[in-house]
């Protein structure tokens, strides 16, 4: 186990939101004692809403079957399975066609964001679409984002993560961290993610970069940054 003190995130201290991010969820001990220490109170007391959006975006895990098990907590990630007071699903596609009275208030109230990987871009876009995007810095709750659910923090992905498309085109993405996540490291079924391919992506970015394997996250408190990992990670600084 580690719990590695790397800096302050500039970005991050801006707002109230608390942040866990990781590749795979909360996959160990580790990762979920920092989720708890988070949440100030166990899990059992926490109300959670869970946001599959991304995975629609991605080719391989939605929409279909990938999707239902993340939302009902029949996945391999934990996430929606950890024994919360309540789940909800907050759909941001569907959230502009609904009056935000209708969902303003769930957001404002919930613990926790349980936000599902898939395609970053494509969750950017209906994070801006939604209003969320907007809302997220005034919240007091953790985020939870597992892969490109995490990935979306940073200033941009990188060209290699690019797969939908944007109306406006690029890489940008949220902007309330000032790194960028390489996730899934030397996972046995993505061939690609090693560490010498983690270092070319990071070599094109203007951030720090971290790659972090399914047993790491990224924790961000009052824009402190520590990695929380029973895995490997490696920081790449420009």
């Known amino acids: 186990m580690s719990h590695n003190y790397l800096g302050d995130s500039k970005t991050a201290e801006t707002f109230g939101m608390k942040l866990l991010l990781t590749s795979g969820g909360i996959i160990n001990s580790t990762i979920h004692n920092a989720l708890v220490d988070m949440l100030g109170k166990p899990i059992a007391d926490s109300n959670a ?7 629609y975006g991605h080719p391989w895990v939605g929409p279909g079957v990938k ?3 993340f939302i009902s907590g ?6 929606v399975d950890l024994g919360w007071k309540s789940v909800g699903v907050l ?16 957001v404002r109230e919930t613990d926790v964001l349980l936000v599902a990987g898939g395609d970053a871009l494509y969750l950017y876009h209906w994070m801006r679409q939604s209003g969320l995007a907007d809302l997220l810095p005034s919240l007091d709750a953790v985020y939870v984002g597992m892969s490109a659910g995490s990935m979306v923090m940073a200033p941009n992905i990188g060209e290699e993560f690019v797969g939908w498309r944007p109306p406006t085109g690029g890489d940008k993405i949220l ?3 000032d790194f960028a996540m390489f996730p899934h490291l030397d996972h046995e079924m993505l061939p690609d993610n090693t560490l010498a391919n983690a270092e ?11 790659a972090i394997d399914d047993q790491t996250a990224i924790k961000v408190t009052d824009g402190a940054v520590e990695v929380v990992s029973e895995g490997q990670w ?5």
């Open 234 to 238: 490696k920081l790449f600084t420009p």
């Open 91 to 106: 759909e941001l596609t569907a959230l502009p066609s609904i009056d935000e009275d209708r969902w303003l208030p769930l």
């Open 175 to 177: 902007d309330l961290v």
């Open 74 to 79: 029949n996945s391999k990630n934990p996430m």
């Open 67 to 69: 999707a239902w098990q």
């Open 49 to 55: 809403l869970c946001i599959p959006t991304a995975m």
């Open 200 to 210: 070319k992506w990071a070599a094109g970015i203007s951030v720090p970069g971290y």
